[in-house]
């Protein structure tokens, strides 16, 4: 019996010890480690991804209105012009020859007028005598007829030939204009940015892409914009004065500032797709060497620029309610245990997630891990994790925005 009884008391002053030790363990073991955040204000910026390029504001292609042949080019690539200046001369060989011809036909038919009016004369003399001559009866009615309608004939063929005159004073006007359209002027002032044309080529008065059509660009490289192509899909959600950032292929890691400034009414039809063209005003930051062409991406806020009660967008998940529709809820960490709580959600960008109804300022929200917001029951155990531990997932660095807030109680 005294053996037995040695072993009951080593057996209870070994429970004595270790009982303690694994509660407290168990204890701790049962809490779930978790990454909080504090609700609070951020500024919530939604974008559209949009493409396009660059184009200076006032931009013209130069294209002849008269068909000729390239005889000088006044000016060179990247020449600064006025409005009004002689850039390029077409042979006016054609157009004078023109020119001559019409003012022949023009002499001759002031010829046949002064000649008409001769005729006219003679015919009203001839009328005025047969009127007192008729009078006197000295000659029949029908002679007094016939003089009177020979003056009516001549004064017709006088008014006809008045016609022609102005007629052919037009024609020559016309092609005076022609010959002056040989001469190419710059409709603005700005850089020549583009030359194609050369000494000896046909230039042709036509839009289209083949060899001279188009002669050279004009731009006023002094300001810049972004024509953007925006999907359909999204075109409802674009506004002018959005805030928007471009970004030249040239210079990816520089955004380049600007707002929507217009959006186009009808679409462009590209293959089966169907997109808007919108036009975004920017400012240049000082050295860069932007031109017009380049290829952008950009991003078009969609956000009023004010902060709103937000959480990180991981922390939100989303179910299927009984009647089919979704139901948006988040975790709570209140006393060190986890409670669920129904929310109602507005805008969202790729970090935050507005919430408009469900939960108040301040409020301490479970926002990961992922494996840990799936296995959380209402009313678990649950304490911050050791940011050592938590590797990138609690890496959340903002503007003042206390999306890691240390000031967050430990639920734990």
Do not use: C
Request: no cysteine.
């Amino acid at each position: 019996m005294k053996p037995n009884r040695k072993w009951l008391i080593a057996a209870g002053i070994v429970l004595v010890l270790v009982v303690p030790f694994v509660i407290k363990k168990n204890r701790g073991a049962s809490a779930t480690d978790v990454d909080l955040a504090t609700a609070a204000p951020q500024l919530v910026q939604p974008s559209i991804l949009a493409s396009g390029t660059l184009a200076f504001r006032n931009e013209v292609n130069l294209t002849s209105e008269v068909t000729g042949k390239v005889e000088t080019i006044l000016v060179k690539e990247g020449d600064t012009v006025e409005a009004g200046q002689t850039l390029l001369l077409l042979d006016p060989e054609l157009y004078n020859n023109a020119i001559e011809r019409e003012e022949a036909g023009l002499r001759q038919t002031r010829i046949a007028i002064e000649r008409q009016r001769a005729q006219v004369a003679l015919r009203r003399k001839q009328f005025e005598r047969s009127q007192v001559l008729v009078q006197q009866k000295l000659i029949d009615r029908n002679r007094f007829d016939e003089d009177r309608n020979q003056l009516e004939v001549a004064e017709a063929d006088l008014r006809t030939s008045e016609e022609s005159l102005r007629r052919a004073e037009s024609v020559v006007n016309d092609a005076r204009e022609q010959r002056a359209r040989t001469e190419i002027r710059s409709p603005i002032s700005g850089r020549i940015v583009s030359l194609p044309i050369k000494v000896g080529e046909t230039a042709v008065p036509s839009t289209s892409a083949f060899a001279g059509a188009q002669l050279m660009k004009i731009a006023d490289t002094s300001e810049i914009i972004a024509e953007l192509k925006v999907d359909e899909a999204d075109i409802a959600k674009v506004g002018a004065g959005q805030r928007v950032e471009v970004y030249a292929a040239a210079y990816p890691d520089s955004a380049l500032k600007g707002s929507v400034e217009q959006i186009a009414l009808a679409p462009t039809i590209e293959g089966q797709g169907r997109a808007y063209k919108v036009t975004v005003r920017i400012v240049p930051p000082k050295g860069l060497a932007l031109r017009s062409g380049m290829s952008v991406r950009a991003d078009i806020f969609l956000g009023d620029g004010q902060r709103r009660l937000a959480v990180p967008v991981e922390a939100i998940s989303t179910e299927t309610g009984d009647d089919g529709k979704p139901v948006r809820h988040i975790w709570l960490a209140k006393d060190g245990k986890a409670t669920r709580v129904t929310v109602q959600t507005g805008a969202s960008d790729d970090r935050w997630e507005v919430v408009t109804k469900g939960i108040a300022q301040g409020d301490t929200v479970i926002v990961g891990p992922a494996k840990a917001l799936r296995g959380l029951s209402e009313g678990a155990l649950v304490k911050r994790r050791d940011p050592a531990k938590s590797k990138d997932e609690g890496d959340r660095k903002g503007d003042g925005d206390g999306a890691d807030d240390d000031d967050a109680k430990d639920a734990g």
